[in-house]
C-alpha cells in the first residue's frame, strides 16, 4: 500500500481549503519516499516499488539522518528538469543511461512523514522542520562537490481563493506544471488522500493501461522508427490514444513494446465529448501501476 500523502484537486474541494494557506510550485517530478532503516537507504516510488540507480544519493540521506534526526523523507526526484529524463533515470534495472551520468539532478523535499507538528505554526511547526532539514542536505551536496541541488518547493503565501488562482496563473506562465495549495494546519497523514493539500493543473488528466503502440509516419506517410501515439484502456473501458510523445522515449517504446504495453501510462486531455471519448489526448508519462 502507498505509504506517502496525495492530495484532492482543487477543482472539486476548494472550498474545504482555510486561509492563509501556503501555494507550492508544482513540477513534473517523480515522487520519491527515502528511508533510511538500519544503516540501509532505499528508495521507493508512490506505490511503494523500488527505484534503480539511486545508491548514489545514500552518503546524502545517511548524513541527514545521524545529524538532523528523520529517517523518512518525502521527496520529488527531478533530472534534467523533465519527468521523461526522471522517469528513465529510476526504471533502468540495467544501470543508468550513458546520456544521464552527468546531468542535472534534485531532490525537492516536499516533507517529513514522521513529523508530528502542524505544517505552519509559528517557530514550532513542520515547515520550519523542513526547511531546516533541506539546508542540511544543500550544505552537504555542495561540500562533497555531488552533481545534485537539495530544496523544497518554491512557496508563496496566499490569503483568499482569489490570492490563490493568482499565484496559480503566475507559475503556469513561467512553465511549471501546476500548484500544490496547503493548509497551515494540516498534519502529515501517511497513506491518506488529504484535503488539507489540494493540486491546482490547466487540464485533466487520466490514466490507464497500455495496449498498444503506433509507430510515428511523417507528412509523406514515411515510417519513422519510434512511437508516435500509444492506445490507452481506462478503468471504465474507455480508449483514448494520445500523441506527444518526447522522440526518445518513442524510440525506446518502439523498439522495446513489451516494456510499455502492459504498463501504466498518464495523459493529459481538454474534455470529454459526448461519446465518451477524450478531446486533444496528449501523452504525459508512463507511471506506477495503481494498487
Same mark, same amino acid.
Given at each position: /500500500?502507498? &505509504?506517502?500523502?496525495?492530495?484532492?484537486k482543487w477543482s472539486e474541494h476548494?472550498?474545504?481549503?482555510?486561509?492563509? =494557506?501556503?501555494?507550492?510550485?508544482k513540477t513534473d517530478e517523480i515522487r520519491c519516499h527515502v528511508k533510511v532503516q538500519g544503516g540501509v537507504v532505499t528508495y521507493l516510488s508512490y506505490a511503494g516499488k523500488p527505484l534503480h540507480n539511486m545508491q548514489i544519493f545514500d552518503p546524502i540521506f545517511l548524513r541527514l539522518h545521524r545529524y538532523v534526526g528523520p529517517s523518512e523523507f518525502d521527496t520529488g526526484f527531478e533530472v534534467n528538469g523533465n519527468f521523461n529524463d526522471s522517469y528513465r533515470w529510476v526504471r533502468s534495472s540495467r544501470g543508468l543511461p550513458e546520456d544521464l551520468k552527468v546531468e542535472s539532478v534534485r531532490?525537492?523535499?516536499?516533507?517529513?512523514?514522521? =513529523?508530528?507538528? &502542524?505544517?505552519y505554526f509559528g517557530d514550532f511547526d513542520r515547515r520550519t522542520r523542513? &526547511?531546516?532539514?533541506?539546508?542540511?542536505? +544543500?550544505?552537504?551536496?555542495?561540500?562533497?562537490c555531488l552533481p545534485t541541488n537539495f530544496q523544497t518547493p518554491e512557496e508563496h503565501i496566499a490569503s483568499s481563493p482569489e490570492e490563490v488562482q493568482e499565484l496559480y496563473s503566475q507559475m503556469i506562465e513561467q512553465g511549471h506544471e501546476g500548484a500544490m495549495v496547503k493548509s497551515h494546519s494540516h498534519t502529515y497523514e501517511p497513506g491518506k488522500?488529504?484535503?488539507? #493539500?489540494?493540486?491546482?493543473?490547466? &487540464?485533466?488528466?487520466? @490514466? !490507464?493501461?497500455?495496449e498498444y503502440v503506433h509507430e510515428a509516419v511523417s507528412e509523406s506517410g514515411e515510417p519513422l522508427g519510434r512511437a508516435g501515439s500509444i492506445s490507452i484502456r481506462m478503468e471504465d473501458g474507455s480508449l483514448a490514444t494520445p500523441?506527444?510523445? +518526447?522522440?526518445?522515449? !518513442?524510440? @525506446? /517504446?518502439?523498439?522495446?513494446? @513489451?516494456?510499455?504495453?502492459?504498463? #501504466?501510462a498518464e495523459f493529459k486531455y481538454m474534455e470529454r465529448d459526448r461519446q465518451g471519448g477524450y478531446r486533444h489526448p496528449r501523452f504525459h508519462r508512463m507511471r506506477e501501476a495503481k494498487k
Open positions: /500500500m502507498p &505509504e506517502l500523502m496525495k492530495g484532492h476548494s472550498h474545504k481549503m482555510t486561509y492563509p =494557506c501556503s501555494v507550492q510550485v531532490f525537492i523535499l516536499f516533507d517529513l512523514p514522521e =513529523c508530528p507538528l &502542524e505544517y523542513i &526547511e531546516a532539514v533541506a539546508r542540511h542536505g +544543500a550544505a552537504y551536496t555542495l561540500f562533497v488522500r488529504s484535503y488539507g #493539500w489540494l493540486k491546482i493543473k490547466p &487540464e485533466e488528466d487520466a @490514466d !490507464g493501461v497500455v500523441h506527444g510523445i +518526447a522522440h526518445e522515449l !518513442g524510440r @525506446d /517504446m518502439f523498439t522495446n513494446p @513489451d516494456n510499455y504495453v502492459g504498463q #501504466w
